[in-house]
């Protein structure tokens, strides 16, 4: 249960990255596929949920194709 806790925790911080940045769902989805080729933050592993997580958090920009 530990795992499944941590990448809630995950999930929940890259929604307020991407609230912060000001970035749609279809924003999100778009970046997930243009570099994880996946749809969904749901069915990414926690070490790539954590790499995007790192992503947002290093942005500025409020666009994901800068």
């Known amino acids: ?33 243009k570099c994880f080729g996946k749809r969904s933050r749901l069915l990414l592993t926690e070490e790539e949920l954590d790499n995007f997580l790192l992503f947002l958090q290093l942005t500025d920009s409020p666009t994901p194709n800068p």
Do not use: S, V
Not at 4 to 28: C, H, P, V, Y
């Open 1 to 33: 249960m530990e795992i499944r806790q941590n990448f809630n925790e995950l999930i929940a911080k890259t929604d307020a990255e991407m609230q912060r940045l000001g970035w749609t769902e279809a924003q999100g989805r778009e970046h997930l596929m």
